[in-house]
């Protein structure tokens, strides 16, 4: 569903219509094909997904001005309000066999991070694998999803939602202690199409890199974005906590997790807690068991 099924339902003064974003886009193929755009939609990614398997092409975007359920990891609601945020799926091909895919997570939260970093002087971090935090609270987080044909890929997902010009006291109170956005980390509004440019330019470059065998500089962006190295963490699985001490991160994108008995495990996702001081200020650019 394009806006032209629905152009009734269009916002007045949109900034994010197919034109506003096509205008000034400097990518090559994100983004300069087909674009849906939605006033309110239940997920970008639930649509994505849908035509994806529909066959739509590589780059094409689908953006909503708001959700009704956007998710974040494991199922958890992404507050979404009107106008405010920016909220993003991405539909991609990559040419990288199944067990890679890890990697489009990094490629992806170094993408969002220098994009934010395009637009705000605020230091800010990745956190593992695929949060955007600035002061240690969550701005933007990304969500992946990728449908197998066989033993390829046939299609991935990146959804990313950005909490951009929400005032502190216009988010849930539960959330409050926990989330920020650009607009109440900074006291000032932020161009959405301009973050959405960055956003699409940046991850058209690292997801060139990728596709060119270039991974191993994602990971030095991305380990320098996240400064995770060497740091003390608590990691919770789905069936069991981890807690250790950060050692790297590996070719495939699993975190290298030393336990306090000295054994090494590789860790596909979790939820990190850092145990020790952290340290967020961020600039513009093993072997063992498995979890």
């Given at each position: 569903?394009?806006?032209?099924?629905?152009?009734?339902?269009?916002?007045?003064?949109?900034?994010?219509?197919?034109?506003?974003?096509?205008?000034?886009?400097?990518?090559?193929?994100?983004?300069?094909?087909?674009?849906?755009?939605?006033?309110?939609?239940?997920?970008?990614?639930?649509?994505?997904?849908?035509?994806?398997?529909?066959?739509?092409?590589?780059?094409?975007?689908?953006?909503?001005?708001?959700?009704?359920?956007?998710?974040?990891?494991?199922?958890?609601?992404?507050?979404?309000?009107?106008?405010?945020?920016?909220?993003?799926?991405?539909?991609?091909?990559?040419?990288?066999?199944?067990?890679?895919?890890?990697?489009?997570?990094?490629?992806?939260?170094?993408?969002?991070?220098?994009?934010?970093?395009?637009?705000?002087?605020?230091?800010?971090?990745?956190?593992?694998?695929?949060?955007?935090?600035?002061?240690?609270?969550?701005?933007?987080?990304?969500?992946?999803?990728?449908?197998?044909?066989?033993?390829?890929?046939?299609?991935?997902?990146?959804?990313?939602?950005?909490?951009?010009?929400?005032?502190?006291?216009?988010?849930?109170?539960?959330?409050?202690?926990?989330?920020?956005?650009?607009?109440?980390?900074?006291?000032?509004?932020?161009?959405r199409p301009a973050l959405l440019h960055s956003l699409l330019?940046?991850?058209?470059?690292?997801?060139?890199?990728?596709?060119?065998?270039?991974?191993?500089?994602?990971?030095?962006?991305?380990?320098?974005?996240?400064?995770?190295?060497?740091?003390?963490?608590?990691?919770?699985?789905?069936?069991?906590?981890?807690?250790?001490?950060?050692?790297?991160?590996?070719q495939t994108g699993f975190l290298i997790l030393r336990s306090?008995?000295?054994?090494?495990?590789?860790?596909?996702?979790?939820?990190?807690?850092?145990?020790?001081?952290?340290?967020?200020?961020?600039?513009?650019?093993?072997?063992?068991?498995?979890?």
């Amino acid at each position: 569903m394009t806006i032209a099924d629905r152009p009734a339902e269009v916002p007045q003064g949109s900034d994010l219509l197919p034109a506003e974003i096509r205008r000034g886009l400097k990518t090559s193929l994100l983004g300069q094909g087909r674009i849906d755009y939605f006033p309110k939609i239940d997920s970008t990614n639930i649509h994505a997904r849908r035509i994806a398997d529909a066959g739509a092409p590589e780059g094409t975007i689908v953006v909503a001005e708001a959700q009704s359920a956007g998710k974040g990891r494991r199922g958890r609601a992404w507050f979404s309000p009107a106008g405010k945020g920016l909220y993003l799926s991405v539909v991609l091909r990559p040419r990288i066999p199944p067990a890679e895919a890890p990697r489009l997570v990094l490629t992806a939260a170094v993408a969002a991070a220098e994009a934010l970093l395009a637009q705000t002087t605020v230091p800010l971090s990745v956190k593992w694998p695929n949060d955007i935090l600035i002061a240690g609270k969550k701005v933007a987080g990304i969500l992946t999803e990728m449908r197998l044909d066989g033993e390829r890929i046939s299609h991935v997902v990146i959804g990313l939602g950005a909490n951009v010009n929400t005032a502190a006291e216009e988010m849930p109170s539960e959330i409050r202690p926990i989330a920020t956005s650009l607009f109440a980390a900074t006291g000032r509004t932020v161009s959405r199409p301009a973050l959405l440019h960055s956003l699409l330019e940046r991850l058209e470059h690292w997801y060139g890199l990728l596709q060119e065998g270039h991974f191993e500089r994602i990971r030095a962006r991305w380990l320098d974005l996240a400064a995770i190295v060497g740091r003390r963490v608590t990691i919770a699985g789905v069936e069991r906590t981890y807690e250790g001490e950060v050692v790297d991160i590996d070719q495939t994108g699993f975190l290298i997790l030393r336990s306090p008995d000295g054994t090494l495990r590789r860790i596909l996702a979790g939820d990190v807690s850092m145990i020790d001081t952290p340290s967020y200020p961020r600039g513009p650019e093993g072997s063992g068991n498995s979890a």
